[in-house]
Protein backbone atom coordinates (compact mmCIF):
# COMPACT_ATOMS: atom_id res chain seq x y z
CA UNK A 1 0.00 0.00 0.00
CA UNK A 2 1.55 3.18 -0.74
CA UNK A 3 -0.33 6.93 -0.17
CA UNK A 4 -2.03 6.68 -3.69
CA UNK A 5 -3.10 3.54 -3.51
CA UNK A 6 -2.69 -0.30 -3.74
CA UNK A 7 0.74 -0.89 -6.10
CA UNK A 8 1.06 -3.47 -8.12
CA UNK A 9 3.99 -4.59 -10.21
CA UNK A 10 2.65 -7.01 -13.31
CA UNK A 11 4.69 -8.62 -16.23
CA UNK A 12 3.55 -8.08 -19.87
CA UNK A 13 5.14 -9.69 -23.23
CA UNK A 14 5.74 -7.88 -26.70
CA UNK A 15 7.05 -8.75 -29.96
CA UNK A 16 10.51 -7.11 -30.79
CA UNK A 17 10.72 -5.90 -34.03
CA UNK A 18 13.12 -8.16 -35.98
CA UNK A 19 14.65 -8.32 -39.63
CA UNK A 20 12.34 -9.84 -42.16
CA UNK A 21 12.91 -13.62 -42.17
CA UNK A 22 14.23 -13.67 -38.73
CA UNK A 23 13.01 -15.88 -36.30
CA UNK A 24 10.22 -14.02 -33.86
CA UNK A 25 11.40 -12.66 -30.56
CA UNK A 26 9.59 -11.62 -27.75
CA UNK A 27 10.37 -9.48 -24.79
CA UNK A 28 8.92 -9.29 -21.57
CA UNK A 29 8.91 -6.47 -19.46
CA UNK A 30 7.06 -5.22 -16.07
CA UNK A 31 4.76 -2.46 -15.71
CA UNK A 32 2.73 -0.81 -12.66
CA UNK A 33 -0.86 -0.52 -11.53
CA UNK A 34 -1.90 1.86 -8.48
CA UNK A 35 -5.65 0.11 -7.58
CA UNK A 36 -7.95 2.70 -5.35
CA UNK A 37 -7.14 1.97 -1.47
CA UNK A 38 -11.42 2.19 -1.18
CA UNK A 39 -12.41 0.45 -4.02
CA UNK A 40 -9.28 -1.87 -5.46
CA UNK A 41 -10.84 -2.32 -8.78
CA UNK A 42 -10.61 0.70 -9.80
CA UNK A 43 -7.44 1.56 -11.61
CA UNK A 44 -5.78 5.08 -10.68
CA UNK A 45 -2.39 4.67 -12.88
CA UNK A 46 -1.06 2.31 -14.74
CA UNK A 47 2.27 2.74 -16.40
CA UNK A 48 2.24 3.67 -20.52
CA UNK A 49 5.20 1.95 -20.95
CA UNK A 50 7.47 -0.39 -18.78
CA UNK A 51 9.17 0.64 -16.00
CA UNK A 52 11.45 -2.67 -15.99
CA UNK A 53 12.72 -3.88 -19.15
CA UNK A 54 15.30 -6.17 -20.35
CA UNK A 55 18.50 -3.85 -20.66
CA UNK A 56 21.30 -5.19 -19.05
CA UNK A 57 23.56 -7.92 -20.76
CA UNK A 58 22.52 -10.84 -18.18
CA UNK A 59 18.71 -9.60 -19.03
CA UNK A 60 18.86 -9.71 -22.53
CA UNK A 61 20.88 -13.26 -22.74
CA UNK A 62 20.27 -16.55 -21.23
CA UNK A 63 18.14 -19.25 -20.36
CA UNK A 64 15.61 -17.06 -22.00
CA UNK A 65 16.44 -14.26 -23.79
CA UNK A 66 15.17 -10.60 -23.26
CA UNK A 67 13.58 -11.30 -19.77
CA UNK A 68 12.54 -9.34 -16.99
CA UNK A 69 9.82 -11.23 -14.70
CA UNK A 70 8.48 -9.34 -11.80
CA UNK A 71 8.54 -12.02 -8.85
CA UNK A 72 8.70 -9.97 -5.59
CA UNK A 73 8.14 -6.20 -3.84
CA UNK A 74 10.03 -5.39 -0.73
CA UNK A 75 8.48 -1.98 0.74
CA UNK A 76 11.47 -0.27 2.90
CA UNK A 77 10.22 0.59 5.83
CA UNK A 78 12.87 -1.32 7.68
CA UNK A 79 15.36 1.43 6.40
CA UNK A 80 12.53 4.27 7.14
CA UNK A 81 12.60 4.62 3.47
CA UNK A 82 8.31 4.00 3.04
CA UNK A 83 8.26 5.30 -0.69
CA UNK A 84 11.67 2.85 -1.85
CA UNK A 85 10.03 -0.60 -2.83
CA UNK A 86 12.67 -3.01 -4.09
CA UNK A 87 11.27 -5.62 -6.99
CA UNK A 88 13.09 -8.98 -7.11
CA UNK A 89 12.74 -10.15 -11.11
CA UNK A 90 14.07 -13.05 -12.91
CA UNK A 91 16.76 -11.77 -15.35
CA UNK A 92 16.53 -13.74 -18.97
CA UNK A 93 15.78 -16.96 -16.49
CA UNK A 94 18.71 -17.36 -15.29
CA UNK A 95 19.73 -15.33 -12.35
CA UNK A 96 17.98 -13.11 -9.95
CA UNK A 97 18.21 -9.02 -9.96
CA UNK A 98 16.38 -6.46 -7.53
CA UNK A 99 15.43 -2.93 -8.94
CA UNK A 100 14.49 0.18 -6.84
CA UNK A 101 11.18 2.06 -7.25
CA UNK A 102 10.69 5.03 -5.82
CA UNK A 103 7.16 6.18 -5.02
CA UNK A 104 6.53 9.94 -6.31
CA UNK A 105 5.00 12.38 -4.18
CA UNK A 106 1.84 12.98 -6.78
CA UNK A 107 1.10 10.45 -9.65
CA UNK A 108 2.04 11.98 -13.15
CA UNK A 109 -0.99 14.09 -14.59
CA UNK A 110 -1.16 12.35 -17.68
CA UNK A 111 -1.76 8.45 -15.70
CA UNK A 112 -4.60 6.23 -17.24
CA UNK A 113 -7.23 5.35 -15.02
CA UNK A 114 -10.50 4.10 -14.98
CA UNK A 115 -13.10 6.18 -16.42
CA UNK A 116 -15.30 8.55 -13.64
CA UNK A 117 -18.38 6.15 -13.76
CA UNK A 118 -16.55 3.43 -13.07
CA UNK A 119 -18.37 0.25 -11.12
CA UNK A 120 -17.74 -0.10 -7.34
CA UNK A 121 -19.34 -2.87 -6.23
Not at 20 to 43: D, N, T, W
Not at 78 to 97: E, L, N, T
Request: aromatic residues 6%.
Amino acid sequence: MTRHGWLTVYHGVSELVVPKGAPREMCYSAGVLILSHEFPQVIRYRSAEPVLKPELLLEREGVVANVVFPTAVDRRTDIGQSDRIDVYYGMADQRIGVARLDVPEHLPASAESDPSDARRD
